[in-house]
Each structure stands twice: as structure tokens, then as C-alpha cells.
């Protein structure tokens, strides 16, 4: 039970912490980040691109779509400054809620880390997490050289690199 001083740090915490939430979105947006907000068509568009559709269903507060690792490390630094849920999105091929969605949280989207960059001279290429293995494939197009990774073309990059799945080398 909670004396009169208990209540009133609970309530406190429960009235700062959607604050807490939107101050991380409009933070990411004022440091140069791409942030969308519900009731845009980006937003929407977004939360349409899920395998499960119980992904979609749920409604983060806004999404954060770094561009670089820069932008990303920033994203991580400022979530480390304040007590909120959030969730990292690829591909959005990961079926369970909360792991690529979330609900009344931050969404950080990898879509616009998309990147296909090919080095001839030692065969390498950096591959961005926003990408599914099919646009990467089409990336290195006229290479003469294939990624290594998922064997269904939609699932993104980035969150199959971290589940730990098994490889399928296409030729």
C-alpha cells in the first residue's frame, strides 16, 4: 500500500511518462532525424509493410528513421536518456509484437539505411539493415557477384542478420 507520498510519485511518473515519449520524438526530429507521426501517409504506408498483420495493428507514437550510423548511434544515445518501450523494424518479418512494432512507443525504422556499396577491388560490399535480401541482390546486379542470406527475397536484412537464421547461397 502506498502512503500519501508513494501515490504521489506514481502519480507523477504516470503523468511525465507520455511526456517522456514525445520528447524523444520531437528530440530525434530536432536533431535532424526523420520522425512520421500518425495520421500521416508515411506512417500509415509504414505500418502496412508487415508479414503479421497483428504488427501492424499496433500504433507507435512515432517513427524514427535514421539514415546513417550516425543518425542511428544518436537515436540510441537519446532512447538512453529517457524510460520508454521502443522497437527496431528491418523487414518487418519478426511475427511476434513488440520485437519489430510496438504499441505507444518508438518505432526506429531502418528503411532509409539502404545502401548497396560494392567494392571491386576486394569483392566486399556494405549492405545497409534497411534493405530486404531482394533489393540487395538487385544492388550488386551486374557484379557477378550474389549475397549470401535469406532465401525468401522479402525479409529484411537487418533483422534476419540478428535472429540467427541459416543461409541459402543463390546462384
Not at 14 to 29: E, F, G, R, S, V
Not at 61 to 86: R, Y
Request: some cysteine.
Amino acid at each position: 500500500m502506498f502512503g500519501s507520498n508513494g501515490w504521489r510519485a506514481l502519480g507523477l511518473s504516470l503523468a511525465l511518462a507520455p511526456q517522456a515519449l514525445a520528447d524523444i520524438c520531437a528530440t530525434l526530429k530536432q536533431g535532424g532525424i526523420d520522425v512520421e507521426y500518425p495520421l500521416t501517409l508515411d506512417y500509415s504506408n509504414d505500418l502496412t509493410k508487415y508479414w503479421s498483420a497483428a504488427c501492424g495493428d499496433l500504433k507507435p507514437t512515432c517513427i524514427a528513421a535514421p539514415s546513417s550510423a550516425a543518425e542511428m548511434a544518436q537515436v540510441i544515445k537519446n532512447l538512453h536518456d529517457v524510460e520508454t518501450l521502443f522497437a527496431v523494424k528491418s523487414g518487418g518479418h519478426m511475427p511476434n509484437n513488440g520485437f519489430a512494432s510496438i504499441q505507444d512507443g518508438l518505432l526506429v525504422s531502418t528503411k532509409n539505411l539502404d545502401q548497396v556499396d560494392y567494392n571491386p577491388d576486394d569483392h566486399t560490399a556494405i549492405i545497409g539493415p534497411g534493405l530486404s535480401w531482394e533489393e540487395a541482390q538487385k544492388g550488386l546486379d551486374g557484379t557477378g557477384r550474389c549475397v549470401v542470406g535469406g532465401r525468401l527475397g522479402g525479409v529484411g536484412i537487418g533483422g534476419y542478420m540478428l535472429g540467427g537464421k541459416s543461409s541459402w547461397l543463390g546462384v
